[in-house]
């Protein structure tokens, strides 16, 4: 596609809920990123893939965050049993390579926990 | 860790002034680049700076990068309403888990 899309662009969870955010990058792009943006912040790195190798997965805040890319292309981000602290908006990101071209992001996807 | 600082941090200014916002990152680095982030919506890329002294400049906004002073300016000439926004900058070292951004300059131009 032309851009970086993700689903839903919103999502309400009950706290314990598990929920399951979806990205679809550029088509070819090589590189993907999860980032968590919480209000008023900046992005801040959750996880790294390059082509369906999730090759860092340092900035998942705990073992309740998961997230794959089994064909390449498409990532899911699941996020179990999930806290109030969890309400952010999840930014995806692809780039043709993983660095000096900068990022495409989608629009995001606004988790609220209640 | 690498540590992103922006400043300032919010920025009201008049229609048709000038002005710079800063920002400073603590390590080596020779890629910097910078967003911009309307309300409710995602990052738009807007520069992407890859060398030292690189300069960049579109319509009313120039970016420049000094990497040995681990500084990046954003230089607003002559502002419009329409510029109105938040502006990121994220440095990237080029390990995979050390691009980080900047809290961000929220930028609000008046009539």
């Known amino acids: 596609g032309a851009g970086v899309s993700q689903s839903p662009r919103y999502k309400v969870a009950k706290r314990g809920q598990d929920v399951a955010l979806r990205c679809d990058p550029i088509?070819?792009?090589?590189?993907l990123f999860w980032y968590q943006q919480a209000l008023g912040q900046g992005p801040e790195f959750l996880t790294y893939?390059?082509?369906?190798?999730?090759?860092?997965k340092s900035g998942l805040p705990s073992d309740r965050f998961f997230a794959e890319r089994p064909e390449g292309s498409v990532s899911t981000l699941k996020i179990q049993r999930t806290q109030q602290e969890d309400s952010a908006v999840y930014l995806c990101?692809?780039?043709?390579?993983?660095?000096?071209?900068?990022?495409?992001f989608g629009s995001g996807t606004r988790l609220t926990v209640v | 860790e690498l540590k992103v600082e922006q400043n300032p941090l919010f920025l009201s200014m008049q229609e048709g002034k000038n002005y710079t916002i800063y920002c400073n990152y603590s390590?080596?680095?020779?890629?910097l680049y910078w967003y911009r982030q309307d309300p409710g919506k995602s990052l738009e890329s807007l520069f992407v700076?890859?060398?030292?002294?690189a300069v960049k400049q579109e319509g009313r906004l120039m970016a420049s990068l000094d990497t040995k002073a681990r500084l990046s300016t954003l230089h607003i000439t002559a502002a419009v309403h329409d510029l109105s926004a938040t502006y990121f900058c994220?440095?990237?070292?080029?390990?995979?888990?050390?691009?980080?951004f900047g809290a961000g300059t929220r930028l609000t131009v008046k009539p």
């Open positions: 994220a440095v990237d070292t080029g390990t995979v888990n050390d691009m980080r």
């Open positions: 893939f390059q082509n369906e190798a999730q090759l860092d």
């Open positions: 390590t080596t680095s020779d890629r």
């Open positions: 700076l890859l060398s030292n002294g």
């Open positions: 990101a692809s780039s043709p390579a993983f660095s000096g071209y900068g990022y495409t």
């Open positions: 088509s070819g792009h090589v590189s």
